[in-house]
């Protein structure tokens, strides 16, 4: 005799939408039920079932489902049926119920969460550290449960940013620096929808004379080495440039409101990153060169450094420091203890000398320039300056 089939809770319509309408409620609003910062002791007993409750009818009808208001307790058998099924886990969710780790596993989770730790703690991003704060909450759970080995930061970016970078750090110390970092979600805006806008550059340390109002299209933002820095292209004459956002007014004025697409974006940011590989640090070039690059037509310098006995370790552990240079031990063959001296030979564009200057001067006595013979001037004119500065 065929078994009786044994009703199901959810087989009811009503009953299988608010189930459904109350995992799409845990997709749609991650952290729901958790407190508010702002909330006090003083607005009475935190009940984190009715803020699921709310968002649970918000997005019935936000779905055009009619449902019945139902009851916490009802909502409360419906969250114990999805830790049955394991679409929540079976712990507390005192910060705010989400399901699972959304588009990652949790070990993918764990590794982003660390980087975004980090870039939160030193490269001083508001975004980053808004995210990170609001993760950390939610994710107390599971950091409880693995004992303490989620939030454990087994790797760590330790290039630190030298200037104040988020508004509300800056209120709150009294830093207030007045730059385009108030102005960054304007920026970012103006970024993914292509528009022009018009920003204000306030300092000019290396006095080429860029004072002032200019119209741009923001391409990327960007941290190198110690600061944050914006990538744009002049809506003049589209000549690609890279500021630091901290030598910027607190001005960002949007020009065209229609912008110009991301497939615009997206075909300059490429040549301004193939000028970036190129050449050495972050100075794009003026215009007419940095056309002649983009086109092959520019002739590279050739550069020939030599560096002794001291750094030459440093040296060769940089095998991959640019996609051009060449790096010759002599005498060849020899074990890294016998060494001489090792000769750094690499091609780059004009506008990257300077640059690629400060960073041998970072070598100091254990490097000395071959070629081209203007660099060797400047650096024996550099040593001697040094010199003289000492005596």
């Known amino acids: 005799m065929a078994k009786k089939p044994t009703p199901h809770p959810y087989s009811d319509q009503q009953t299988f939408d608010r189930l459904m309408l109350l995992i799409a409620t845990l997709i749609q609003y991650p952290g729901v039920g958790c407190k508010e910062e702002d909330e006090s002791p003083a607005d009475g007993h935190h009940d984190a079932l009715e803020q699921v409750q709310n968002s649970l009818q918000q997005v019935a009808r936000d779905l055009n489902i009619e449902l019945p208001n139902y009851s916490i307790p009802t909502i409360r058998k419906d969250l114990e049926t999805l830790r049955r099924y394991g679409i929540l886990d079976r712990r507390m969710y005192r910060q705010g119920y989400y399901l699972g780790t959304g588009a990652m596993s949790r070990s993918e989770l764990r590794v982003a969460f660390v980087a975004l730790a980090s870039a939160a703690k030193y490269q001083g991003n508001p975004q980053t550290r808004r995210i990170y704060q609001t993760l950390n909450k939610r994710l ?127 075909q300059s940011l ?85 640059e690629f200057s400060l960073w041998v001067y970072r070598h100091m006595e254990n490097a000395q320039v071959i070629s081209p013979t203007e660099l060797v001037e400047k650096h024996r004119q550099a040593a001697l300056a040094l010199v003289d500065r000492y005596s």
């Open 270 to 354: 490429i040549k301004a990153h193939k000028l970036l590989e190129n050449g050495w640090g972050l100075y794009l070039g003026e215009f007419d060169e940095q056309k002649a690059e983009l086109e092959g037509k520019l002739t590279l310098e050739k550069i020939k450094v030599r560096f002794f006995p001291a750094v030459i370790p440093f040296i060769l552990e940089g095998e991959r420091r640019h996609p051009r240079q060449k790096v010759d031990p002599f005498p060849k063959d020899s074990s890294i203890e016998d060494l001489t001296h090792v000769n750094y030979t690499i091609e780059l564009p004009p506008r990257s000398l300077k």
């Open 140 to 266: 107390r759970g599971l950091d409880l449960e693995l004992k303490g080995q989620f939030f454990y930061p087994i790797r760590e970016h330790l290039n630190r940013a030298i200037n104040y970078t988020d508004p509300e750090e800056m209120m709150a110390k009294g830093k207030n620096r007045n730059n385009l970092f108030h102005q960054l979600d304007a920026v970012e805006q103006a970024i993914c929808e292509g528009q022009a806008i018009e920003i204000s550059r306030h300092s000019d340390p290396y006095q080429r004379g860029n004072i002032g109002l200019i119209q741009v299209w923001p391409l990327q933002l960007i941290y190198y080495d110690i600061a944050w820095y914006i990538i744009y292209e002049y809506c003049s004459n589209n000549h690609l440039a890279i500021g630091r956002v901290n030598r910027f007014k607190n001005y960002c004025q949007i020009i065209t409101a229609s912008g110009r697409g991301l497939a615009a974006q997206q």
